[in-house]
């Protein structure tokens, strides 16, 4: 005869919200739900997720080269060497001489991809609005110093 135990534990569906690393699932559950939207409601942006990565280094900081990319999104040469090349026949980036150093390759975004990433940085802007939604101006405020914590705690430059 088997017995059945009515009081059994779903350790899958049922975690204890006090494991310390339960807040990690969490926010990476949060970032692909986001990205998600973002993909989904911007299906013609034609843009590999490192693509757009890219780009927005490249908008933020125009002018940059292909050696300080690498330094920013730890990736070997190649990667980023084959990642600009497809930014350049996409019509995204275009790269002219170092002054200074002609063997050098300043690299600068398009008007298309300005135009490209203001459309991509609106929406990231309206889910970011979303996601926040219901939390107060101090309650923002709050997950915006936690989350400085962490990320100064994993660079190694937090404060006990």
Request: proline letters at 4%.
């Given at each position: 005869?088997?017995?059945?135990?009515?009081?059994?534990?779903?350790?899958?569906?049922?975690?204890?919200?006090?494991?310390?690393?339960?807040?990690?699932?969490?926010?990476?559950?949060?970032?692909?739900?986001?990205?998600?939207?973002?993909?989904?409601?911007?299906?013609?942006?034609?843009?590999?997720?490192?693509?757009?990565?890219?780009?927005?280094?490249?908008?933020?900081?125009?002018?940059?080269?292909?050696?300080?990319?690498?330094?920013?999104?730890?990736?070997?040469?190649?990667?980023?060497?084959?990642?600009i090349a497809v930014l350049k026949d996409k019509g995204l980036?275009?790269?002219?001489?170092d002054a200074q150093d002609r063997r050098v390759m300043r690299?600068?975004?398009?008007?298309?991809?300005?135009?490209?990433?203001?459309?991509?940085?609106?929406?990231?802007?309206?889910?970011?609005?979303?996601?926040?939604?219901?939390?107060?101006?101090?309650?923002?405020?709050?997950?915006?110093?936690?989350?400085?914590?962490?990320?100064?705690?994993?660079?190694?430059?937090?404060?006990?």
């Open positions: 005869m088997t017995t059945i135990v009515s009081n059994k534990v779903d350790k899958v569906n049922k975690m204890s919200p006090t494991r310390d690393h339960e807040w990690l699932e969490a926010l990476h559950d949060l970032m692909h739900l986001a990205r998600s939207m973002q993909r989904r409601d911007m299906p013609d942006d034609g843009l590999q997720p490192m693509e757009g990565r890219a780009l927005g280094f490249f908008v933020r900081h125009p002018g940059s080269t292909q050696s300080e990319l690498v330094l920013h999104a730890g990736r070997d040469k190649g990667q980023i060497a084959r990642l980036l275009v790269g002219e001489p690299l600068y975004p398009t008007d298309t991809a300005l135009q490209l990433h203001a459309r991509v940085v609106e929406r990231r802007r309206q889910i970011a609005a979303q996601a926040v939604t219901g939390l107060s101006a101090t309650e923002r405020q709050e997950l915006l110093r936690i989350i400085g914590r962490m990320q100064a705690n994993l660079r190694g430059t937090g404060q006990d």
